[in-house]
């Protein structure tokens, strides 16, 4: 795999992917050119295979050669779907299944369209069985079956084990590249062995210890073997107090092992303890990023990963479904104001400050919670702490309520010297912020008990929540007190 070529990532994606798109410029209008010409097809076709395959192609092909991986997936992203498809003709096929594994679901699926059978068998038969199982869900059946041909009766196992592992659990992240040894060797013995690998499985800082059935015993660091004389023992120096992660584990908590503890590589073991593969620092990122993009879509209501170059039907139909329920709660909300619509005709006031009561308690509650997704993430919320801290943020909600609902109604004095409006004006602000935390904190622990994400269009529940509430309560106020 390429490496980097320059340590300064982001300037250095942005500059190949203004390189990309200027030689693609430059064919577009080639191309155009050249159809424009007044040329027998013949010539023409000569011309347009001169300047264009021999020139800005060749140059696009050059520099795509060069480039990691992960920046010509960054770059394929960032395309629309003419010149993504067109580049990615360019790449070599050796590298499809590498490319494919680094790109995000949405754009891997128009790539996987225009690729036959022959080329998906190829791309996956480059990929270690891990990675296959990650790209397994989205190739056509018949291209399995000749992968699980194509591969050695270990690899097939391995193949079938990861695929039966859920997207967040550890055996999923899981990798079965990985070093292993016996505890009764000497460091010698465990030289020679390494060097007859022609290189090390990546981000191998340690060295697993197993015994004869496989069981892990414990984990021997590569500056042990360096630092420590030739004819001393593993089992002598082996570190036994260890952090191992289990394949039916939440790839969270992985997450979070390998954050607290500094890791660069965990085993995993089964139930029974023996040693089936590792998880390492690099799929841990990965993870962390995938689940943070799909905690941002799932808070704004999308339903999954969306390609910015998709089409406008295909867009269209990922935001429908919470865009429909959306719109049925604004019609609550609607009903709510117009049931008060003889307290709104008498005091006109009422109309510009409703605004103020729900935006405000709108953004208190999803202030609390991404506070409390935060915390479900990082396993910080028990059934001891709960109660404690939903006294917590009562609490706030109340301060708050008491401190900018006040500023509210001094503002609303000011504005139109009625000192019941006023004082409507500061309660509304102090129930709507207690409610608005209320649900804020309950909608993401009651998704997180029924198992589902807690962030699943939790910004749309939100808002429905505090519009609807902060009108009633605004207006059911006024009309207590204003329509005497």
Known sequence: MTEPQNPHYSDNVQTHLK???????????????????????????????RLLHKQHLTLLRSKLDGLHAADIAYILEALPIEQRLLVWDLVKSDRDGEILIEVSDAVRESLIATMNREELS?????????????????????????????????????????????????GALMDFNMVHIRDDVSLEVVSRYLRRFDELPDHTDQIFVVDRDEHLKGVLSLNSIV?????????????????????????????????????????????????????????????????????LLNQAGLLEEEDVFASVWKSAKNRWVWLGLNLCTAFFASRVIGNFEGTIEKFVALAALMPIVAGIAGNSANQTTTIIIRSLALGQITQGNAGRLLFKELAISGLNGLVWGGVAGLFAYFLYHNTALSVVMM??????????ALVGLLIPLAMHRLGRDPAIGSSVLLTAITDSGGFFIFLGLATIFLMK
């Open 19 to 49: 390189q990309v798109e200027a030689l693609l410029a430059k064919h577009a209008l080639v191309e155009e050119v050249a159809h424009k010409e007044m040329i027998p097809r013949a010539e023409r076709h000569e011309l347009i295979d």
């Open 122 to 170: 190829a791309a996956a038969g480059q990929l270690d069985t891990d990675e296959i199982a990650d790209l397994a869900p989205d190739l056509p059946q018949n291209v399995m079956r000749d992968v699980f041909k194509s591969l050695s009766v270990e690899e097939r196992e391995q193949l079938r084990s990861a695929m039966t592992y859920s997207e967040d659990s550890v």
């Open 227 to 295: 630092v420590n004389e030739p004819e001393v023992i593993v089992s002598s120096l082996m570190r036994t107090d260890i952090i191992k992660l289990h394949t039916d584990e939440k790839a969270a908590q992985a997450a979070l092992a390998f954050e607290r503890y500094d890791l660069v590589s965990a085993p995993v073991v089964d139930e029974d303890g023996k040693l089936v593969g590792r998880v390492t620092v690099n799929v841990v990122l990965d993870f962390v990023r995938t689940e943070s993009e799909s905690d």
């Open 427 to 436: 309660s509304a602000m102090l129930l709507n912020l207690i409610a608005g």
